[in-house]
């Protein structure tokens, strides 16, 4: 199983990145996406989320109205469009896949990619 995320950087406040996270290893399409951050020193921060059917969305206030969640499963990629990004937007972004198979839950996550908004 892997999730590999990227599309991180250095943007300054008020600009735009995509992130993308690529998945392998386990039935993408019937797995419900999400994104996290997490500052240093701090607990991890859930951003969004994208269902597998029919997909729906959900985004903590914090972002609502600036991130986008999308996914391709043709691609089995998902994507997180973050525009007019605070510093305060800044932290490690993590992509995560839950889903059940079989009798057991399964909970997947990526190594991450930095995010830095600063001037």
């Known amino acids: 199983v892997q999730l590999v995320e990227s599309g991180g950087g250095l943007v300054q406040p008020g600009g735009s990145l995509r992130l993308s996270c690529a998945a392998s290893?386990?039935?993408?399409?019937?797995?419900?996406m999400s994104w996290y951050r997490q500052a240093a020193g701090k607990g991890r921060e859930w951003v969004a989320r994208i269902t597998s059917t029919f997909p729906s969305t959900n985004y903590a206030d914090s972002v609502k109205g600036r991130f986008t969640i999308s996914r391709d499963n043709a691609k089995n990629t998902v994507y997180l469009q973050m525009n007019s990004l605070k510093p305060e937007d800044t932290d490690v972004y993590y992509c995560?896949?839950?889903?059940?198979?079989?009798?057991?839950?399964?909970?997947?996550w990526g190594q991450g990619t930095q995010v830095t908004v600063s001037s």
């Open positions: 290893g386990f039935t993408f399409s019937s797995s419900v």
């Open positions: 995560n896949a839950a889903g059940i198979r079989g009798p057991s839950r399964y909970d997947y």
